[in-house]
């Protein structure tokens, strides 16, 4: 496959899954002292892999969780943030600013908190009590993070005394590497074929539910946007009737991420419609992947692995056909802001 090392596709994903043990050992010391809610940060990418995990956790367990973007977080005065709340974060670089402000923000107010990153000795690995490191690098960062956070969000989950199929889904997911790369091979026909047909289209509606609406608003904000400059609109299927759909026009590109879990009804609505009313339509969908190994009732919860993992291939051949790196910045991380 195009600009595609299997090698180290596996030493990221495998390196992750390694991580269980440190993992698991860090969550049973929090479970075991206790803590009354979850606070879910980070900015940008960062953001967008915990949303799933919020709509995971309140899915499946009473404990309170939280979504925060980092900054705002900072200045809302969260009435549920106390001592007693935990916090994970994530930021690949662990140099992200407002993220190591937030965990700095975290330690300022006694409260403990878990970040992934890819690597220790950075800001973020130095600040929180529990540091988690991974390398990875752009591509495969959303792999990284998300196999991590299953290990993390499941086995705190489960220490809650709640979904008790912990062992049995962790166990299946030590399989995930080998059915990703399948996931890739699968997709990349597809990949190209969209990036040879939309290569030069300006504008794209992405729309996602559930376990996928993360990976809809990264996929349109942190690819789309800021790594091909291409202007999108990311709306929840939930929401996209109630003005957005004003937008939809026959020579509008839409993409639809669908995913496998309780609001699959709500993007088949807006796929009806769309097949209707557009004849640029794309649809990735978790359910055309086999996943062998993983049994059908844990599908549902790696939506945002398999789309982001597919997606990957999306974006390698955009950057092929249209001639922009997927590295190149005007101003992110360039200029100061």
Not at 69 to 96: P, Y
Not at 258 to 264: A, G, L, N, V
Request: glycine letters at 6%.
């Amino acid at each position: 496959m195009l600009n595609f090392s299997q090698e180290r596709y596996l030493k990221v994903t495998e390196g992750a899954l390694s991580l269980r043990s440190q993992i698991e050992q860090a969550a049973d010391e929090i479970s075991k002292k206790g803590f009354k809610n979850i606070f879910l940060l980070g900015s940008g990418g960062s953001i967008a892999i915990m949303y799933p995990f919020e709509y995971m956790l309140n899915s499946l367990s009473t404990i309170p969780s939280y979504a925060e973007i980092a900054s705002e977080f900072m200045l809302q005065n969260h009435k549920q943030f106390t001592k007693e709340s935990l916090v994970i974060l994530s930021s690949l670089s662990g140099t992200t600013e407002e993220t190591v402000a937030a965990a700095e923000y975290c330690k300022q107010h006694g409260v403990t908190s878990i970040g992934l990153v890819g690597e220790m000795g950075t800001p973020l690995a130095g600040l929180v009590d529990y540091p988690i490191a991974n390398y990875a690098e752009n591509d495969f960062a959303a792999d990284s993070i998300n196999l991590q956070m299953y290990m993390l969000v499941f086995r705190l989950i489960h220490n809650h005394g709640e979904f008790e199929q912990y062992e049995t889904f962790i166990d299946q997911l030590q399989t995930i590497p080998e059915q990703l790369i399948k996931v890739k091979e699968l997709t990349d026909p597809k990949a190209a074929d969209f990036a040879a047909r939309y290569k030069n289209e300006d504008y794209h509606m992405l729309v996602g539910s559930g376990t996928a609406w993360g990976r809809t608003y990264a996929y349109a904000m942190c690819v789309l946007e800021e790594m091909q400059w291409i202007r999108t609109k990311s709306i929840h299927a939930a929401e996209f009737f109630h003005g957005t759909i004003e937008l939809v026009e026959e020579d509008l590109s839409m993409i639809l991420l669908k995913c496998e879990d309780e609001t699959r009804p709500l993007m088949e609505r807006v796929e009806r419609f769309a097949e209707k009313y557009t004849k640029k339509l794309s649809i990735f969908d978790t359910a055309d992947y086999p996943l062998d190994g993983i049994s059908q009732e844990f599908r549902k919860y790696l939506a945002p692995l398999v789309l982001a993992t597919a997606l990957q291939r999306v974006s390698i051949h955009l950057e092929k056909q249209r001639g922009h790196s997927l590295e190149t910045r005007r101003y992110y991380r360039t200029v100061a802001y």
